[in-house]
């Protein structure tokens, strides 16, 4: 585990911050760690409010609602159940029909530059509004977030309008280039970056990258809810943040991704440090969050997130599982469970479908898996 040598500069910025606030393959296996006790920058007590989610559950895959997708990557849920569906290298965005599965091309967002980790990434459509369609995506520069016009009545390939620059000079590498993309509750837009493979960016506040972002639905600062008004950066200390939800108090849950010790999820609030490159995992120093929970990266490698039923769901790529980690407001309520260990190869994206569901995308053709026929899949789960 990596310890931090905090410089004075360092502790005098931090002391002046202002807070402003089928069937499981496996279960239960021990493989993560234990939750970790309160620090001083580290998990809260937990909510009064609710009931901690029961220590077991269980996934189902219900259905394969799609395959034959090449190297998908983002999803978002339109608001008939139709899903907006981003394939990294080719840079196209299909839509997938919630209940057939039929795929039909939307269009190619231009200028994505994919290579390595990096090309067409996450993908949110705002709540209300399926007319417009924001993408994060990797240009010859660097990585940048748009919104495109959605004209489904337009010829198949052509129904994607010129983007709009919302958002520009996010960090850019052959590998951590982040990419997830979400409207919050209270209708910002938030985005998980890395830091390109240069760790000296996560600690930057100057830097977009090794960050997570908080910005309204043009890509300026919300003025209050961040930690300064005039910037887009709501946390930093960030590797390669690639999923993240809010449970039902509005609480940011975070994965992320370690480098050769652990893997992280992390309870996110805004104006606090995740330690990277200073810390990797739990590391019990002032001035630095420790995560909720942490994995091996064999085990995790962790990339989408989504919150249902009381219980965070965690995507694992190289680890290639699903994890349920149940809550207790603001820690685990139990060890972590894992479902599907090998089954469907490397996990993606999971996203929310509504009641006790849940959308599962595999990831076999990004270069690293094996795939087999029919692959990539997006599976719908049900959950509990």
């Not at 809260?44 to 799609?66: H, N, R």
């Not at 139990?334 to 260990?341: R, T, Y």
């Amino acid at each position: 585990m990596r310890r931090s040598r905090a410089t004075a500069a360092l502790a005098a910025a931090l002391a002046t911050q202002l807070l402003l606030s089928g069937c499981s393959s496996d279960s239960g296996d021990g493989e993560s760690s234990p939750s970790p006790s309160a620090s001083d920058e580290g998990s809260a007590d937990a909510s009064p409010s609710g009931a901690a989610a029961p220590a077991k559950g269980d996934a189902e895959v219900v259905e394969t609602l799609t395959k034959d997708l090449e190297a998908p990557w983002g999803l978002a849920e339109l608001g008939d159940g139709d899903l907006l569906v981003t394939e990294r290298d080719s840079g196209k965005v299909l839509r997938v029909d919630g209940e057939s599965g039929e795929k039909t091309e939307a269009g190619t967002v231009p200028g994505v530059a994919a290579a390595g980790e990096g090309g067409l990434l996450g993908v949110a459509v705002p709540p209300g509004d399926d007319r417009s369609v924001y993408v994060y995506f990797t240009t010859a520069s660097d990585n940048r977030i748009a919104r495109l016009v959605y004209d489904p009545k337009k010829d198949e390939g052509n129904q994607l309008g010129a983007p709009d620059t919302v958002l520009k000079g996010i960090p850019k590498g052959t590998t951590h280039n982040g990419g997830r993309i979400a409207f919050g509750p209270d209708k910002m837009l938030y985005a998980g970056t890395g830091e390109g493979g240069r760790g000296d960016e996560a600690q930057d506040r100057e830097s977009l990258g090794g960050k997570i972002l908080r910005m309204t639905p043009d890509g300026e600062p919300p003025g209050q809810g961040n930690p300064e008004a005039d910037s887009v950066v709501y946390s930093w200390g960030h590797r390669n943040v690639q999923g993240f939800d809010w449970d039902s108090e509005k609480r940011l849950w975070a994965s992320e991704f370690g480098q050769d010790d652990w893997d992280e999820l992390n309870l996110v609030r805004p104006g606090k440090n995740y330690g990277w490159p200073e810390v990797e995992g739990k590391a019990d120093e002032r001035g630095y969050v420790d995560p909720i929970e942490q994995w091996k990266p064999s085990e995790a490698s962790p990339s989408g997130l989504a919150v249902a039923e009381g219980s965070v769901w965690m995507a694992g790529l190289r680890g290639e599982r699903l994890w349920r980690i149940p809550l207790d407001g603001t820690k685990a309520a139990a060890e972590p469970q894992s479902f599907f260990k090998g089954k469907y190869g490397r996990l993606r994206t999971v996203a929310p479908t509504g009641k006790d569901g849940l959308w599962l995308v595999t990831s076999e053709t990004d270069s690293r898996g094996t795939p087999s026929k029919g692959d990539d899949r997006i599976l719908r789960l049900k959950v509990r």
